[in-house]
């Protein structure tokens, strides 16, 4: 472990620096879905801890609003100059159109205005993915603030007919700043996957390349998202589990030195199993938010940052792990920087 850290502390880390997130306002209970859909808050809270989620109402307002939103939070937090930012990484599902990246204009908006930004599509992965790819523009040694956004609008492509899926999702945004350390603290591991089988068991069917949008397309529903529940569940379970294993197993850590488990909210019971099978059985250590927002795909991981910000100390040991559409899934092992308080 000694040596390790001093290996780390030879050359730059990416170290996770400061955070922000936004919610919207409203909020749309299970009492209130009972009102839409066959089903019941008894059913919601059991099979997946969710009591209610945060909804962006405003049809005007897209993904982008709720990312500025979040940047400008952790701005404020830090007294950041956003012309000292150098790149912004926006992880989405629902960016606010095909084409232009919702990160260039984030950037703009947020008077980032030296950066270049870009958006990272790895479904509920994106933020696992960004976190990942930016830490690599801040080891070159060539780049000093990194943004990783995770932001969602997933109620945009939610039917909410369909008592199997809009029960789950949520909106939301939540933001990290990467900057270089020296003192071996920071992202130390990752292990990333992808398996293109998911892409049947998760998606959106129509309105890319693959079915491109047609009255038809629009009349079954195909914009709206879809997920084999049972066969993903299973599919998450052991994909975490193992990414988190690998993880554990190449850093030589023990169970023991992980102070906390920040997994993807996409399911109370999901996120249960696979701490069960990694072997973190301290409820206090695995850090649960999903029965406030629901899961918002991209925005998860970082809106548990900013909810417990609080609670980490310098050098504690955080394992992140998602797992998303396509299949994309992975885990993070990372040493925590600072002392919020
Ligand atoms: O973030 C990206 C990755 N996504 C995930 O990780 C999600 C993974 N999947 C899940 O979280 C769960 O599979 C769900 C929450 C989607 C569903 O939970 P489940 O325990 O797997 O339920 P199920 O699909 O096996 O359905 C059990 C029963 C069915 O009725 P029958 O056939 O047993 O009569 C469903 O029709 O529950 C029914 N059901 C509901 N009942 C009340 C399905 N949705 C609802 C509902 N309310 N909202």
New binding site residues.
């Given amino acids: 472990m000694l040596f390790a850290q001093q290996t780390y502390m030879n050359k730059i880390t990416a170290a996770i620096t400061g955070v922000g997130s936004y919610v919207p306002e409203n909020i749309l209970s299970n009492k209130d879905l009972e009102k839409i ?4 808050d008894e ?2 809270v059991s ?2 801890g969710i009591k209610e989620r945060r909804i962006l109402k405003d049809i005007d307002k897209p993904t982008s609003f709720m990312a500025i939103k979040a940047a400008e939070e952790l701005i404020t937090k830090k007294q950041l100059d956003p012309l000292e930012i150098d790149l912004v990484i926006l992880g989405t599902a629902t960016p606010d159109m095909h084409v232009a990246a919702t990160a260039a204009y984030v950037a703009s908006e947020i008077g980032a205005k030296n950066a270049f930004g870009y958006d990272l599509a790895a ?2 992965s994106s933020f696992l993915y960004g976190m990942a790819t930016g830490a690599k523009f801040i080891e070159s040694g060539k780049y000093k603030k990194v943004l990783i956004i995770g932001a969602d609008k997933m109620s945009s492509i939610i039917d909410y007919q369909d ?2 899926t809009c ?2 999702f949520g909106d939301g945004a939540g933001a990290a700043l990467l900057e270089p350390n020296h003192e071996g603290l920071g992202l130390l591991d990752e292990y990333l996957r992808s398996d293109g089988v998911g892409r049947d068991l ?1 998606n959106v069917k129509a309105g890319g390349s693959l079915r491109p949008a047609t009255d038809s397309t629009l009349a079954s529903k195909q914009h709206y998202i879809r ?1 084999e ?2 066969t ?2 299973k599919h ?1 379970v052991s994909s975490m589990a193992n990414a988190c294993e690998q993880v554990i197993k190449r850093n030589n850590l023990e169970k023991q030195d992980i102070d906390w488990l920040i997994a ?1 909210q ?2 109370k ?2 996120i249960d199993a696979t701490a069960r099978k990694v072997g973190v059985d301290d409820p206090k250590k695995i850090l649960v938010n999903i029965e406030k927002y629901g ?1 918002t ?1 991209s925005a998860t991981i970082p809106l548990v940052l900013n909810d417990f910000e609080q609670q980490f100390k310098k050098g504690d040991t955080l394992l992140f792990t998602s ?3 396509g299949f994309t899934w992975g885990a993070l092992y990372v040493k925590w920087a600072y002392d919020a308080s």
């Fill in positions: 859909v066959e089903t019941s059913w919601i099979r997946t479904a509920c008592r199997t029960i789950i998760l997920q529940g049972k993903v569940f998450a993807h996409a399911n019971r999901i899961n795909t797992f998303g559409g």
